[in-house]
């Protein structure tokens, strides 16, 4: 039996060899490229990412990885280089992150609006009030005669800054062991809620995680709502690639991309529990924009559809 040939030899090789690479493109073309969204609770419980990755991960065959915390916690893992973009709300925690340079191109998606919740007897009397300020000031009052009771989520988000900020001006500064009636849960809005509702306590809550948790919630109604004061937006931020050039900053910046975009956009404004819309979209309206906090959203949109990941 003859051996075969050395040119026939090459010819086998190189063969195989083609033949692997060829599989090792299909392999790595198959592959989803991964982000990691840091985000809050509120984004979360509402069912909102729910609703929306999948729709996301199937257009781009990108897979998001979600890690719901608060928004200071959501920023702390981006600074640390663990999440690629976060989808946060509150201002003051967003412009340390830019101003820092770990974050770059904050730039408005939508808002829904605070509210003040609490049992329905209302022991200390807020029902109805157009104020929120006044609203806690009661609760505070009622608190300090042992009448009332409230659940902070001390948890450094920014329902926790915006309510702390509440406090603020009335000169408070709460806490568990100087007030009895302050109770700091340390926990999203979520656990938060059901613990107002064992409680028949006074809570602060985004619109969104109410409606989606308030069939579960039987002792509690809204209260106060509607001030302008008590608007709450959210921003999408990207981390910043030179900080940590080893993250997908493709990946996050196509996910950025397509919550702005029209279609992102009209998928938020078409998310609802119970016939109630949780999120208005806000990104290209740009009057609304600037009067909750991005001056520069004109800017920002035109840069972000100018990119291509």
């Known amino acids: 039996m003859k051996k075969p ?42 069912g909102l990412l729910d609703y929306l990755m999948p729709k996301f991960e199937s257009k781009y065959n990108i897979e998001v990885h979600i890690v719901s915390v608060g ?16 989808l946060v709300h509150s201002k003051k925690y967003e412009l340390d992150f830019v101003n820092s340079t770990y974050g770059i191109h904050r730039v408005g998606v939508m808002y829904n609006d605070f509210m003040i919740i609490g049992p329905a007897r209302d022991p200390a009397g807020i029902n109805g009030l157009a104020n929120a300020t006044e609203a806690f000031k009661k609760i505070a009052e009622a608190g300090d005669t042992g009448n009332a009771t ?29 007030q009895g009636w302050y109770l700091e849960a340390g926990a999203g809005m979520g656990v938060v809620l059901t613990m107002t509702n ?28 509607g001030e302008k004061t008590l608007l709450n937006p959210y921003a999408v931020i990207l ?35 119970e016939e109630e819309t949780l999120f208005t979209p806000t990104a290209r309206n740009f009057d609304k924009a600037h009067s909750l906090g991005f001056p520069t959203q004109k800017q920002e949109v035109g840069w972000y559809d100018a990119q291509q990941p």
């Not at 928004?71 to 976060?86: E, L």
């Not at 948890?155 to 062991?177: A, M």
């Not at 030179?242 to 078409?270: C, H, V």
């Open 239 to 273: 981390v910043n690639p030179d900080k940590w050039p080893q993250r997908n900053y493709k990946g996050a910046l196509t996910l950025a991309k397509f919550m702005i975009s029209e279609e992102g956009q009209t998928l938020i404004s078409n998310f609802k529990k």
């Open 71 to 86: 928004t200071g916690q959501a920023i702390a893992i981006a600074k640390n280089g663990s999440a690629d973009i976060v």
């Open 198 to 225: 064992e409680k028949k306590a006074y809570t602060l809550t985004d619109r969104a995680t109410w409606i989606a948790k308030r069939s579960q919630l039987t002792n509690l109604l809204i209260l106060v709502r």
């Open 150 to 178: 409230f659940v902070s989520r001390a948890d450094k988000s920014g329902t926790n800054t915006f309510e702390l900020g509440i406090w603020s001006k009335l000169g408070i500064t709460p806490s568990k062991k100087t």
């Open 5 to 46: 040939s050395r040119i026939l030899i090459a010819v086998i090789i190189l063969a195989v060899a083609v033949v692997s690479v060829l599989a090792y493109e299909q392999y790595q073309s198959s592959q989803k490229s991964v982000i990691v969204l840091a985000t809050t609770t509120s984004t979360y419980d509402s």
